[in-house]
């Protein structure tokens, strides 16, 4: 399956360079390849590929040459069906990337088929004696509503995959981790493969803080990448600077995003009552004053 949907990947951002497209590779579509060779770490949705807002209309020109298209696949009907126009019209209206575009192909290999009969849900489906496997690629314009994306091609670098160019270090440690964290908190995420692709990227050692740091300033990310940060550092001690723990940290004073650790429902378990914060909190000492009262 990932061999399938990587070569996929590779066409895409062979032909975009070509048509004079500038591909920014990230997320697991980077990560695995990297960090994992040769094999993948679960069924992968899709690919994310960040373009330039000016060059879209190319991009979609480019991606329709190549067969894909906005559709989902008829469970039903067991067929491809196109989205609906106004569907298409509403992602694209409320998101910064494109409805993803998608391409099957059908197979008989046994085990694809056996994988397909077990799970048969996106990304491959069962189809009788056949297995339909369907690449989609997330093409964005940016990666956050709040972020200015040229400065994500200002610090590019050429992709691992050999083709195209990718995010530096520094820059999928900070939108791994705190898109991460969003998901886990708002939309009950629960899958712990962001951390198996960032985690060695922080490990290689060729993360620049400097950048993490300004970063977490800039946007405001505190929270939302501070506590995910501080796990990741647990597990690599002395690899993330005290200094860029205590920047992410402080980089905001609200606490509209503090959503805590998160770690119960990545880990599954029950959060003890935290007593310390009776000892710690000025505020929850003063209430048991007012109620001893």
Not at 18 to 41: C, D, N, Y
Not at 162 to 189: F, M
Not at 252 to 266: C, E, F, I, N, P
Request: aromatic residues 8%.
């Amino acid at each position: 399956m990932w061999n399938h949907q990587l070569s996929e990947l590779m066409q895409v951002i062979e032909s975009l360079s070509s048509a004079g497209v500038r591909t920014l590779t990230f997320k697991g579509g980077e990560l695995i390849p990297r960090h994992f060779p040769g094999h993948s770490i679960g069924l992968v949705a899709d690919a994310d590929v960040l373009v330039e807002r000016g060059q879209i209309e190319t991009v979609k020109a480019v991606m329709y040459g190549l067969g894909f298209r906005h559709a989902t696949f008829d469970v039903s009907r067991g067929v491809m069906r196109d989205r609906d126009l106004r569907d298409v019209a509403k992602i694209e209206l409320h998101h910064y990337e494109l409805a993803p575009f998608v391409k099957s192909v059908e197979t008989t290999d046994p085990v694809v088929v056996a994988l397909a009969r077990a799970h048969d849900a996106h990304p491959v489906y069962s189809l009788a004696e056949r297995a339909v496997l369907v690449t989609a690629i997330d093409i964005h314009h940016n990666v956050a509503l709040d972020a200015d994306p040229s400065m994500l091609f200002e610090r590019a670098v050429p992709s691992s995959l050999g083709k195209g160019e990718t995010l530096s270090s520094a820059d999928h440690v900070w939108l791994n981790l705190s898109r991460y964290y969003n998901e886990v908190a708002i939309h009950g995420g629960t899958s712990l493969r962001p951390f198996a692709y960032t985690i060695p990227e922080m490990a290689a050692g060729t993360v620049d803080w400097d950048v993490v740091e300004q970063v977490a300033h800039d946007l405001e990310l505190g929270s939302t990448l501070s506590y995910f940060l501080r796990f990741c550092d647990q597990l690599l001690p002395g690899r993330i600077p005290a200094a860029t723990l205590q920047a992410v940290h402080d980089s905001t004073a609200s606490r509209v995003r503090d959503w805590g650790w998160q770690l119960a429902k990545l880990f599954d378990f029950e959060e003890r009552f935290p007593a310390y914060a009776f000892e710690k909190s000025e505020r929850t000492a003063g209430l048991l004053n007012v109620s001893a009262q």
